[in-house]
């Protein structure tokens, strides 16, 4: 974790909590999955649900929808006509996202997609007002770059994960994936078309939108 332990659980305590349905899915994720790290949890799952609201977004496109507890944070801050679009390529794990859904009533909010992440992409149309980017690291650049097209005007993507605990920053740390973040990171910095912020939340989340001034010089 980016921030310390016990301010991290402070900030947990001071959240509104989600619910006895979200401690189940938590719970048996950690208990069903090899790597249950990958699940949001309460305090990044109620950040994309505000985001959400704060889009009025109708229309959200997940790469990675691992156990679902973003996809359903997501689906209840919806308007009743909204959608996500979630993608993963894990049978097993879409289908605890899929029977949780569907207890918390959002089910038909959700359209769930098995399959490589740039082949769903290929086959949907935007805009998106928000895409929420936390599949396969070595897949970021062109999940970005497949999306960004796609970004509704005033949208937003979030790529999860890109501090990767705290390890991009340690310069002697040349881990593949570490690599990869860093890379991706780099891009996004480097890109004029867009604007963007890396906030230290949970593992790091780059928020990235289309930029409307002209980019700085030098």
């Known amino acids: 974790m980016i921030v310390d332990e016990r301010v991290e659980a402070y900030a947990e305590a001071y959240s509104a909590p989600d619910g006895e349905l979200f401690e189940r899915l938590a719970a048996e994720t ?8 990958m699940m949001v949890g309460r305090i990044e799952g109620r950040f994309l649900g505000a985001i959400v609201r704060m889009l009025r977004a109708r229309r959200v496109l997940e790469l990675g929808t691992f156990t679902g507890y973003s996809s359903i944070s997501m689906a209840l801050a919806l308007p009743p ?10 049978e097993e794990t879409t289908a605890i996202a899929r029977r949780y859904a569907e207890e918390a009533g959002v089910v038909d ?22 895409v929420f980017i936390d599949a396969d690291k070595d897949g970021y650049v062109d999940y970005y770059e497949a999306t960004l097209p ?3 005007d005033g949208g937003l993507i979030i ?5 990767w605990s705290g390890r991009v920053a340690d310069p ?9 973040i860093r890379e991706f990171n780099d891009h996004v910095r480097d890109d004029p078309r867009v604007e963007n912020v890396l906030l230290t939340v949970r593992d790091g989340m780059n928020l990235i939108w289309r930029r409307t001034s002209p980019a700085p010089v030098g």
């Open 109 to 130: 909010r959700i359209d769930y997609r098995l399959g490589p992440g740039l082949e769903t992409i290929a086959e949907l149309e935007g805009p998106f007002e928000l």
């Open 30 to 37: 950690r208990e069903k999955t090899t790597a249950p790290q």
């Open 150 to 152: 796609m970004l509704a």
């Open 159 to 163: 790529a999860d994960n890109t501090l």
């Open 172 to 180: 002697e740390d040349n881990e593949v994936t570490t690599r990869i």
């Open 81 to 90: 006509a909204g959608r996500v679009i979630t993608c993963d390529v894990n």
